[in-house]
């Protein structure tokens, strides 16, 4: 579920500003970085944060 390195790149040259919503295609790739980063903290908080407070002994059911 990694964005394309290509794409990261692409998107890092965007300008912000009123511009960048007007094309279809910069809100489709911003678009998917910012749904694969909610994913991303999605599963570090539900698992990963566990896992770190299970092995120090801090993680209560």
């Known amino acids: 579920m990694l964005i394309p390195k290509d ?3 692409e998107m ?3 300008p912000i500003d009123q511009t ?3 094309d279809k295609e910069k809100k489709k ?8 980063f ?7 908080g539900e ?9 120090v002994g801090e993680y209560k059911d």
């Open 47 to 55: 698992r990963l944060f566990k896992e770190v407070l299970k092995s």
């Open 20 to 22: 960048l919503y007007q």
């Open 29 to 36: 790739t911003i678009d998917a970085f910012i749904f694969r």
């Open 12 to 14: 890092l040259k965007f």
């Open 38 to 44: 909610i994913k991303l903290q999605d599963f570090m």
């Open 7 to 9: 794409k990261y790149e």
